[in-house]
Protein backbone atom coordinates (compact mmCIF):
# COMPACT_ATOMS: atom_id res chain seq x y z
CA UNK A 1 0.00 0.00 0.00
CA UNK A 2 2.37 2.84 -1.30
CA UNK A 3 0.62 6.28 -1.19
CA UNK A 4 1.36 7.64 -4.91
CA UNK A 5 1.93 10.84 -6.28
CA UNK A 6 1.79 10.90 -9.96
CA UNK A 7 2.73 14.62 -11.20
CA UNK A 8 1.23 14.93 -15.22
CA UNK A 9 1.00 17.59 -17.53
CA UNK A 10 -2.26 19.50 -17.08
CA UNK A 11 -4.82 19.94 -19.58
CA UNK A 12 -5.47 16.03 -20.46
CA UNK A 13 -8.73 14.08 -20.84
CA UNK A 14 -10.29 12.36 -17.68
CA UNK A 15 -9.48 9.39 -19.77
CA UNK A 16 -5.81 10.10 -20.31
CA UNK A 17 -5.42 10.41 -16.42
CA UNK A 18 -7.78 7.64 -15.83
CA UNK A 19 -5.31 5.37 -17.80
CA UNK A 20 -2.10 6.68 -15.70
CA UNK A 21 -3.81 6.14 -12.79
CA UNK A 22 -4.80 2.44 -13.22
CA UNK A 23 -1.28 1.39 -15.06
CA UNK A 24 0.23 2.96 -12.25
CA UNK A 25 -1.59 0.97 -9.48
CA UNK A 26 -2.03 -2.05 -11.78
CA UNK A 27 1.77 -2.52 -11.69
CA UNK A 28 1.81 -1.80 -7.46
CA UNK A 29 -0.58 -4.95 -7.41
CA UNK A 30 1.55 -6.89 -10.33
CA UNK A 31 5.11 -6.83 -9.24
CA UNK A 32 4.88 -5.67 -5.55
CA UNK A 33 2.04 -8.13 -3.58
CA UNK A 34 -0.24 -5.10 -2.53
CA UNK A 35 -4.22 -6.25 -2.51
CA UNK A 36 -6.64 -4.67 -4.21
CA UNK A 37 -8.40 -2.65 -2.81
CA UNK A 38 -5.55 -0.84 -1.52
CA UNK A 39 -5.18 2.18 -3.69
CA UNK A 40 -3.98 5.52 -2.37
CA UNK A 41 -2.86 7.77 -4.94
CA UNK A 42 -2.70 12.13 -5.76
CA UNK A 43 -2.96 13.12 -8.82
CA UNK A 44 -0.80 16.45 -9.85
CA UNK A 45 -1.72 18.44 -13.13
CA UNK A 46 0.80 20.43 -13.94
CA UNK A 47 1.70 23.39 -16.13
CA UNK A 48 4.40 21.95 -18.53
CA UNK A 49 6.70 24.58 -17.65
CA UNK A 50 6.20 23.44 -14.07
CA UNK A 51 7.20 19.55 -14.85
CA UNK A 52 10.68 19.62 -15.80
CA UNK A 53 12.16 16.62 -16.87
CA UNK A 54 15.91 17.05 -18.25
CA UNK A 55 15.44 18.24 -22.06
CA UNK A 56 11.62 16.13 -22.41
CA UNK A 57 9.18 18.39 -23.80
CA UNK A 58 6.38 16.36 -24.96
CA UNK A 59 4.21 13.64 -22.60
CA UNK A 60 6.40 12.96 -19.84
CA UNK A 61 4.52 11.45 -16.51
CA UNK A 62 6.63 11.64 -12.60
CA UNK A 63 6.16 9.61 -9.64
CA UNK A 64 7.12 9.29 -6.18
CA UNK A 65 5.57 6.44 -4.17
CA UNK A 66 6.45 6.31 -0.07
CA UNK A 67 5.82 3.07 1.44
CA UNK A 68 6.79 0.93 4.10
CA UNK A 69 10.38 -0.64 4.12
CA UNK A 70 10.63 -4.09 3.03
CA UNK A 71 10.20 -4.65 -0.35
CA UNK A 72 13.35 -6.47 -2.63
CA UNK A 73 14.65 -4.54 -5.09
CA UNK A 74 13.95 -7.21 -7.49
CA UNK A 75 10.14 -6.23 -6.71
CA UNK A 76 10.97 -2.52 -7.45
CA UNK A 77 12.67 -3.44 -10.41
CA UNK A 78 9.60 -5.38 -11.92
CA UNK A 79 7.70 -2.30 -10.49
CA UNK A 80 9.92 0.07 -12.71
CA UNK A 81 9.31 -2.05 -15.89
CA UNK A 82 5.61 -2.48 -15.42
CA UNK A 83 4.57 0.81 -15.27
CA UNK A 84 6.34 1.78 -18.97
CA UNK A 85 5.14 -1.00 -20.36
CA UNK A 86 1.60 -0.43 -19.29
CA UNK A 87 2.02 3.37 -19.93
CA UNK A 88 2.93 2.85 -23.30
CA UNK A 89 -0.03 0.64 -24.19
CA UNK A 90 -2.53 2.96 -22.65
CA UNK A 91 -2.16 6.44 -23.01
CA UNK A 92 1.03 5.91 -24.89
CA UNK A 93 3.76 7.07 -23.02
CA UNK A 94 6.86 7.02 -23.81
CA UNK A 95 9.12 4.42 -21.45
CA UNK A 96 11.41 7.23 -21.51
CA UNK A 97 9.53 9.89 -20.45
CA UNK A 98 8.77 8.36 -17.24
CA UNK A 99 10.60 9.06 -13.85
CA UNK A 100 9.73 6.93 -10.95
CA UNK A 101 11.47 7.62 -7.20
CA UNK A 102 10.52 5.55 -4.32
CA UNK A 103 11.51 6.37 -0.69
CA UNK A 104 10.44 3.87 1.87
CA UNK A 105 9.50 4.71 5.90
CA UNK A 106 8.57 2.76 9.05
CA UNK A 107 5.48 1.23 10.42
CA UNK A 108 5.04 3.84 12.77
CA UNK A 109 5.34 6.87 9.97
CA UNK A 110 2.05 5.40 9.17
CA UNK A 111 -1.68 6.86 10.52
CA UNK A 112 -4.68 5.89 8.37
CA UNK A 113 -7.37 7.59 10.61
CA UNK A 114 -8.21 8.10 14.02
CA UNK A 115 -4.40 9.85 14.65
CA UNK A 116 -3.34 5.89 15.19
CA UNK A 117 -0.44 4.19 13.37
CA UNK A 118 -2.39 1.27 12.58
CA UNK A 119 1.11 -0.61 11.91
CA UNK A 120 1.90 -0.57 15.37
CA UNK A 121 0.95 -2.57 18.28
CA UNK A 122 0.72 -0.44 21.53
Given at each position: ??????????????A????????V?????D??????????Q????C?????E??????E????????????????????????VEL?????G???????I???????????????????C??
Open positions: MPLVNIYLLKGRSRYIKAIADGNKAVITMGFPDDDRYVIHEEPDCLYQTRDTRVMMHLVMRRGRPDDAKKAFYARVLACDPIEPGNVLTITENNDIDWSFQDGVAQFSE
